[in-house]
């Protein structure tokens, strides 16, 4: 029985063939390589009455994922994160059949870990001796820690407003780490560089490596397990580089494919920041590329990416499953991180809390209906970015007392 079922790698614009056993990056055009697989090996090899008798990681999906040994796996146990059912905040904004899943709860705080473990796992059996990356903060800090969970080196450049907490986690695995005055792109400028003369490193920058996307595609493998092998309506996806969206747009044509699910896509949506939001516009003048806003500046920091590599991927995935874009403010998405904490008791990152704010929107629009079935994705937990609460609260003295009433 085959461990994967990985067949070759494929250029996303031409749909070139490059070899999957040896290190790659982009495609001669610059653009993403996209892991294909022997879908009918896959279908003969395992089945979802197999998977569900597996261990609750990410790795149940293995014959879809490009690792070829079982040896070669490194994991912290990530993966089959909770599809929560949310009654009172859906009710409170007309979708009664809102979920979330919840990727604060998987190893390192954010969804980064699920593209580190797959990719870190395929780098190390490739032969790769160090990872180098620019990041905004979870993704470096999540392939810090498997790198370390894998010995290997990990080489990590980040800007200097990204979350404090992720350069922490970063330092306790043991990254060499540097922060950037400037932002992502900036960073990404200095790895290359370094790159180029560090013997065994790959840069694993956003894109720039083929297996990220296929750790993190297993989020649409799940969500669709745990609706009994079929889709949501519309599923909300908070979008910086894109990774997320195309890569849960790559799982459900795949399990497409394969006949596991039938019927149509859910419509995705990706949903950007007001002060970072170039997919939103190109999306709406109808361009199949975006350009890069002057001054891109939110709270959500994770989704300030100016210019993401496979924006082209994003835009296809939206519009080919008749999906939209969305900005949101911060203002509007900090009061949902607010609102949904105290309509069910989870303090959801604000890129998460990006689109609650935009579920809101979309639903007061009309665009979303009152039966659809909808999913968000929470790409990370809110303990990371504390500062986005405000504690304003009474000190009392030892011999103080407590109001009898909430005031």
């Known amino acids: 029985m085959i461990f994967s079922a990985l067949s070759h790698l494929e250029c996303s614009r031409d749909g070139s063939r490059y070899d999957a056993d040896v290190v790659q990056g982009v495609s001669a055009l610059g653009t993403p390589l996209l892991a294909r697989y022997d879908l ?10 197999d998977i569900a008798g597996r261990p609750p990681t990410l790795w149940r999906y293995h014959e879809l994922l490009p690792v070829r040994a079982a040896e070669n796996v490194v994991s912290l146990g990530e993966g089959m994160t909770p599809l929560l059912d949310l009654p009172r905040y859906g009710a409170r904004i007309g979708v009664p059949r809102l979920r979330m899943k919840d990727e604060g709860l998987v190893p390192t705080g954010a969804f980064k870990a699920r593209g580190a473990a797959v990719g870190v796992s395929r780098a190390a059996e490739l032969g790769v001796r160090g990872v180098a990356m620019p990041t905004n903060g979870n ?4 392939w810090a820690a498997y790198a370390a969970r894998a010995g290997m080196q990990a080489l990590v450049a980040m800007p200097v407003d990204a979350p404090v907490i992720t350069r922490r986690e970063c330092v306790v695995t043991g990254a060499e780490l540097y922060l950037v005055d400037g932002l992502i792109g900036d960073a990404g400028k ?44 519309v599923l909300l996806y908070p979008t910086g580089g894109g990774v997320g969206i195309i890569a849960i747009h790559k799982a459900l044509l795949e399990l497409r494919e394969l006949g596991w699910i039938t019927g149509d896509l859910p419509r995705l949506v990706a949903v950007q920041a007001a002060g970072c939001a170039p997919i939103v516009d190109a999306f709406e003048a109808g361009l199949d590329e ?3 806003p002057e001054n ?37 998405l900090l009061a949902a991180q607010q609102q949904l904490g105290r309509d069910e ?39 990371i970015y504390p500062d986005t609460v405000t504690v304003d609260v009474p000190t009392l003295a030892r011999d103080g007392v407590i109001p009898a009433v909430r005031p």
């Open 40 to 49: 009918d090996a896959a279908r003969a090899a395992t089945s979802p009455a």
């Open 139 to 142: 993704a470096g800090a999540a």
């Open 190 to 233: 200095l790895v290359a560089a370094a790159v180029t003369s560090r013997e065994g490193f790959q840069d694993t920058s956003t894109l720039k490596e083929p297996y990220r996307i296929e750790g993190k595609k297993t989020m649409g493998y799940e969500i669709a397990e745990q609706l009994g092998w079929r889709c949501p309506d």
């Open 290 to 292: 975006s350009t890069a």
């Open 296 to 332: 891109p500046h939110t709270v959500a920091f994770g989704i300030t990416v100016p210019k993401a590599l496979g924006d082209f991927l994003v835009l296809d995935a939206v519009r080919s499953t008749g999906g939209t874009a969305i900005a949101v403010t911060d203002e509007e």
């Open 345 to 383: 008791g989870t303090w959801v990152c604000p890129e998460g809390a990006a689109c609650f704010a935009a579920a809101g929107q979309l639903r007061e629009s009309g665009w979303l209906g009152a039966a659809d079935d909808v999913v968000v994705l929470n790409t990370g937990t809110g303990l």
